[in-house]
């Protein structure tokens, strides 16, 4: 006999792969938490605009004369 026992596969759910919410509109803590991210992503891009230019973002972009 042997001791290893292989588990069922584990059934296939809606939930993100990196947390247990289910992806769905409006004011859920999915869409926040991916509104978060991006949010993240987007500060990330304006702190490497100001590093490599040498301006701030806003000069940058034209919006301060």
Same mark, same amino acid.
């Given at each position: 006999?042997?001791? %290893?026992? /292989?588990?069922?596969?584990?059934?296939?759910?809606? @939930?993100? @792969? /990196?947390?247990?919410?289910?992806?769905? &509109? $409006?004011? %859920?803590?999915? @869409?926040?938490?991916?509104?978060?991210? &991006?949010?993240?992503? $987007?500060?990330?891009?304006?702190?490497?605009?100001?590093?490599?230019? $040498?301006?701030? &973002?806003?000069?940058?972009? $034209?919006?301060?004369?």
């Amino acid at each position: 006999m042997s001791d %290893s026992v /292989t588990a069922p596969p584990a059934p296939r759910s809606s @939930a993100s @792969a /990196t947390t247990h919410d289910v992806p769905a &509109f $409006g004011w %859920s803590t999915y @869409a926040e938490r991916v509104n978060g991210r &991006f949010a993240m992503v $987007g500060f990330t891009a304006v702190l490497l605009v100001e590093a490599i230019s $040498g301006q701030t &973002f806003l000069h940058w972009a $034209g919006l301060v004369p």
